[in-house]
């Protein structure tokens, strides 16, 4: 079994940044790519940016382009998420996910059943 537990979230003001970490323990040869999602009350949870663990490939929903990056540590079988920039609409949970299944394009994987796992989440809020 594989446990992803995320940390780093808090209250933040406009502008400012954070970042987020999940760290993966148990069977974790089997992740083909680690991701972030965002859920929102009311709303559903949406895809923010994968990472393959293999070769580093990224891919980022296009509301995060250029102020998130998502980055690995395979040593510490780590998954960031830096966030810059960071608006009120960004106010969500952050949930980490890991995809058990192999990957082929990281550019694919962008729905919550594209993943296995998931973590606990973590909250982000950002004041106006």
């Known amino acids: 079994q594989v446990q992803l537990v995320e940390s780093g979230g808090g209250l933040v003001q406009a502008g400012g940044s954070l970042r987020l970490s999940c760290a993966a323990s148990g069977r974790t040869f089997s992740n083909s790519a680690m991701a972030w999602f965002c859920q929102a009350p009311g709303k559903e949870r949406e895809f923010v940016a994968a990472i393959t663990w293999s070769n580093g490939n990224t891919n980022y929903a296009d509301s995060v382009k250029g102020r998130f990056t998502i980055s690995r540590d395979n040593a510490k079988n780590t998954v960031y998420l830096q966030m810059n920039s960071l608006k009120p609409e960004d106010t969500a949970v952050y949930y980490c996910?890991?995809?058990?299944?192999?990957?082929?394009?990281?550019?694919?994987?962008?729905?919550?059943?594209?993943?296995?796992?998931w973590g606990q989440g973590t909250q982000v809020t950002v004041s106006s």
């Open positions: 996910a890991a995809r058990r299944r192999p990957s082929y394009s990281i550019r694919a994987y962008t729905s919550a059943d594209d993943y296995d796992i």
